[in-house]
Each structure stands twice: as C-alpha cells, then as structure tokens.
C-alpha cells in the first residue's frame, strides 16, 4: 500500500492511524521509545527538496520502532546524474521495504510508485503533502476531541498542504474555509473532489470572512519551495492574509492556531500568534513523529 495523496485513506484507516498515534504518544511520554514492530524493515527517504520536520521524524519513527533508515538526497543517487525514476524504483524495491520521497514534481512520486514493488510515501510535493494532514488531523482531534463538524480556516496560500488538509476534511467530515487572493486558490481538481463528497468549502477573498467563527485558523507560508523566482510577487500579493492578533478575534473564543512550519514570522503569521496561548504549532510538528509511526506500522508491520 501507498501513500502518495490522502485520498488514498479511507476514513476509518485515518481513524486508526490517530487512534494508534495517540497511542503511541501516550506510551513515549511514559518513556517508552523502544518497540521492535519494524525489525528488520529499512525505510529509505529521497530529497529532492530540504526538510527538517519530515527528515527528522520519519528518522526517530523509523529508530523507535526498531527498524532502519537511509536518508538520501536526489543529487547524491545517480538519480542526479540522468538515471531515470523506473531503474531507480526498481533497485530501491530490491533493497528496502518502504521509500519515502519529497520530490518537486507530484508525478514523479506517482512515478516511482508505478514502477515499485515497495511501499512509497509522499514526503512532499507540489501537490499534495500527505503525512503533515495525518498529523494534522490527529491534532486536530486531540484540541476538538472530534473532527465531524470542525470549522477549518485556511488563510494564504491554497498550496500542497492547503491541498491536502482539504483532503483530509472531506474524508473525516470537517468543514473549509479558504481566503486567499485570486490565483492563489487550492487546485481545483482536489476542491471538487471534496466537495462531491459532501465537504462544505468555502473560497473567498477575505480572510475575515474565512475566519469568522472558526474553531481552527491554519496558514503556511507564502513562498513554497520551488516558488522562490515569485518570492516578492507573493509577499505582496498575500500581505493581506496575516494570521495576527485582530484575525484571531474574530475566530471562535477557544480557536487553535496551526503551522506545518516553517513559519517565516512577521509574514503569514506574528510571532505574538505563534507564541501565545492559542497556537499548537509545536505539539502539530511532534505530531509528526506519532502520526508517521503509526503510518509506518499500519504498511510495514505485516508485510511479509
Ligand atoms: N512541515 C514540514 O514538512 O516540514 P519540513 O519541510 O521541515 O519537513
Ligand atoms: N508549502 C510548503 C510546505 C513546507 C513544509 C512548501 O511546499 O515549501
């Protein structure tokens, strides 16, 4: 099984992963880090692009359960020297159990994925970022105890994560809410999707409007990777969809703020936001490493 976009999850396997990840993260606060769920199993990572949560957690997952980890970036593989997607996939199949790859192209995943016999996750890509949602989600759940119902507000960009969060309501029964500027908005392609499953989006230019009565405001930041040639077009086009201290009022009183981070303060977000009492931005970014574990678990721990 793949993870390449969170339509790839049923409801009750999203469920299941947070149920597990909570789990898991109970257990670790306890002190437990070492399980052997995973031995024998290596996970290999490919970096097309820089990480630091999505490296670091998947490394620690992949450590904790027991198993083993070769992270590598794209130019480091012959990869970079002209060796296509199809030989590569097939000499990882041989080697590993699971590929993780952050690439700048969704096809190229896609790609890998075809010509595979190994479980492949998306680590990242221009469209989608699936395993951030997973933790999200179960975030998500832990501050509102359910996700039927949530009102999400997502302020910026309508990129990957935007992609993917939407995604992730449609499946689980939250409700959108989109303020971005004209050009900005998330991909269409996933927006009908999640509305043809009865998700309620809502995609306007006023971030006021998409924040009122939110019970979770969530932004990323202007200038995506790979977006770096349109880097001040961005900032000024998206000067008007700061989370700051006014937006947050206008939410629910006992609203979350959330990031997948990195955060770049001063522009999508205030550092007095990110600080304060309302924002989860630091528990979202542990929960990586629960949500993926459980990931891990639910595609390695029962293959042969
Ligand atoms: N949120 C996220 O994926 O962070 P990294 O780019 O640091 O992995
Ligand atoms: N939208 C951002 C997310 C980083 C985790 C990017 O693609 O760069």
Redesign the pocket.
Known sequence: MNLISIFDLSQAEIEAIIEKAKELKKERKEGVRARNDLEGKTLAMIFEKPSTRTRVSFEVAMHELGGNVTSLNWNELQLGRGERIEETAKVFSAYVDAVMIRAFRHETVEKFARHASISVING?TDFE?PC?TLADLMTIKEYKSQLAGVKVAWLGDG???CNSLIGGAAITGMDVSVACPAGYEPDERIVEKAREMGCEILITGTAEKAAADADVIYT??WV??GDENESEKRKTDLKDYQINEDLVRIAKEDVIVMH???VHIGEEITEGVMNSSKSVIFEQAENRLHAQKALLLKLLKHQQ
């Open positions: 990242l970022h951030q990129n990957n994560v990323d930041v995506s990777m997948c981070m990195p």
